[in-house]
């Protein structure tokens, strides 16, 4: 059995009030449409096909080949916008998926249970439901004595009994895809808004004695779709929960979830512990065993085993097994601390290798740098890495020892073994196992205090 879907996310999203397409905010760390895409092709579906309309080209460039298109030139309603995938799908056999791309909180789970559920009904269409406290608002599943949709009422067409009915519909659908593409020229707009809306089909299907079928879903805040900031913000909150409960299950810590913030694809190994006020974003990977937070920010980053950090942002960057880093340290992309190393407060490292075991305990700034291993960097150590035109490089060989307050002016190489003595200016090479002085000698004037006060 061919299973297809069809994702609609041509609409504006004016209540967004926003310059960017509606269904391209993030959420968790990755646009709303993109955590739908993601969820369809783990099904394995036969074609993929997002709608698209106002805003297609922000959509097709985050996408890009992973899905196929239609365009929706007017927002005509949803019954319009699921036609526009005609030329793709009508005349393919097996079922179909109708699902909105501001609905970043269902499952795959959810809509494996759908199409099962449809199956086994040998249903025309399926309604996934869900049941509520507060149904206002939504459409009203009013079932038959056999337990099918009989149909969906809308708020303002439903009588007093009608609206004390608590199960509603979510917005997504299960279609037989012949009788989905045959029914939808038949819908009309004679409604108060002049739009063809999909739920419509229903009716035209039941004229045809089709069977029309509901399948419960657990969780109602699955269906919930985002139309303003307000929902916006809400779909975060309970991702985020969802995501950080994941964690948690297979064997994470976090110690205060409600101030913990990890995105979507972030992965996390057992055992390591994540403190308040952290941020993990982006495709993030932490092994077992680290100590993360309080108070980090993590983009992009490789974290190996045993790793401890604090007070520190670091992106595009790899933090090797049984590294330190923090408090305070700012580690810039492209940079690699080996394992066992140790960056210490106020230290900025950008496109620079700090080799296994070396130190750069405090106050250093280290830019294009390629740092052996077992190098002690001393306080206030500056590569200074930016001639005017270009950046250049400064390498450091193992087991040097870089005094306090040295410049070494790029381009530049400290030997293996060498020692640059505190307050140096560096601008040649120091060859292996030297020691490099390059400071004014000291001079002492005898009486100076006496001649200031005098004048």
């Known amino acids: 059995m061919s299973v297809h879907a069809v994702v609609l996310a041509a609409g504006k999203g004016t209540r967004m009030k926003s310059n960017l397409y509606k269904v391209m905010h993030p959420v968790c760390g990755k ?46 309603g949803t019954a319009h916008a699921a036609s526009m995938s005609s030329p793709i799908l009508q005349d393919k056999e097996g079922v179909t998926i109708v699902l909105n791309g501001d609905t970043p909180l269902v499952r795959k789970e959810t809509l494996q249970k759908l199409v099962l559920h449809h199956l086994s009904k040998q249903a025309a269409a399926t309604v996934l439901t869900s049941i509520v406290d507060d149904p206002t608002g939504y459409g009203r599943i009013i079932r038959d004595e056999n337990g099918d949709v009989r149909k969906i009422v809308e708020e303002k067409d439903a009588t007093l009994g009608q609206k004390k009915v608590c199960e509603i519909s979510t917005g997504i659908f299960c279609f037989d895809n012949q009788k989905l593409f045959q029914s ?149 992309p492209g940079s690699d601390v080996g394992v066992g190393a140790k960056v210490g407060d106020f230290v900025e490292l950008k496109n620079t290798r700090l080799g296994d075991y070396s130190k750069v305990s405090h106050l250093s700034y280290l830019g294009d740098s390629e740092v052996g291993s077992h190098v002690n960097i001393g306080c206030g150590t500056i590569s200074v890495n930016d001639d005017g035109t270009t950046k250049q490089k400064t390498t450091i060989e193992d087991h040097s ?24 200016t560096i601008t040649d090479h120091v060859p292996s196992k030297a020691l490099a002085i390059a400071r004014e000698r000291q001079v002492n004037k005898e009486n100076y205090r006496k001649k200031v006060e005098m004048t």
């Open 184 to 332: 939808l020229p038949q819908i009309k707009n004679d409604n108060a808004q002049g739009e063809y809306y999909l739920p419509d089909v229903i009716a035209i299907l039941q004229e045809q004695s089709c069977t029309v079928s509901g399948c419960i879903c657990e969780d109602p805040d699955e269906g919930t779709g985002v139309n303003d900031r307000i929902q916006l913000a809400h779909t975060e909150k309970l991702l985020r929960k969802r995501i950080n409960e994941g964690h948690m299950r297979n064997g994470v810590t976090i110690i205060d979830p409600a101030t913990t913030y990890i995105e979507a694809d972030v992965q996390i190994g057992q055992d390591s512990v994540i403190y308040p006020g952290s941020f993990l974003c982006g495709n993030t990977r932490i092994a077992e065993g680290c100590r993360i937070g309080p108070h980090v920010h993590l983009t992009d980053c490789q974290v190996d085993q045993g790793v401890n950090l604090s007070f520190s942002t670091v992106a595009g960057s790899a933090i090797h097994a049984q590294a330190s880093v923090g408090p305070y340290a700012y580690i810039r």
């Open 401 to 424: 020892f870089i005094g306090c307050n040295v410049n070494l002016i790029a381009p530049v190489t400290v030997g293996a073994g060498a020692y640059v003595a505190a307050g140096s």
């Open 31 to 76: 646009p709303m449409i993109e955590h739908v895409v993601d969820l369809l092709e783990d099904m394995a579906l036969s074609h993929l096909v997002v709608v698209i309309g106002h805003g297609a080209e922000a959509v097709k460039e985050h996408l890009g080949a992973r899905v196929e298109y239609a365009f929706q030139p007017e927002q005509l």
